[in-house]
Structures are given as structure tokens and as C-alpha cells.
């Protein structure tokens, strides 16, 4: 498998990944249930999380970006 490289640009890659299906109502709702948490903390929890594999994500190469989880 070809890996892809960076994007050049650092709102590339937040855009990339906000606009996946879900992904903003997703946000929404965690954020809505833990008040005063910051987007930026909550994100930093999540891919922890994922990283200590208690959550799952897997992307898969369409355009725009579909994730399942």
C-alpha cells in the first residue's frame, strides 16, 4: 500500500478530517455531553484513546474520506 504523504498545509488536514461523514455531529453531541471540554482536548482524548486501541478507526480511500468506527 502507497502511503500518502502530509499535507503541505496544516488546514488541509483538519478539514480533511472534519468533514467525514458523521464527523461534525459526532463532535457536536461529545462536546454537548461534556461541558466546558475544549475541541482540541476532546480530539487529543480521542486519538489517545484510539491509540490505547479502546476505540476504533478505520479510513477508507474515498473521496471525501469515509471513516468507520
Known sequence: ????SPPA?????????L????TTYILWVLKRAVPGIST????QR??????????W???T???PPAVAS
Open 9 to 17: 498545509c496544516p488546514m488541509d488536514a483538519i478539514l480533511r478530517l
Open 40 to 43: 482540541r482536548v476532546l480530539t
Open 61 to 63: 480511500q474515498t473521496i
Open 57 to 59: 478507526r478505520e479510513q
Open 19 to 22: 468533514t467525514g461523514p458523521w
Open 1 to 4: 500500500m502507497k502511503q500518502k
Open 46 to 55: 480521542l486519538r489517545m484513546l484510539q491509540a490505547a486501541g479502546v476505540i
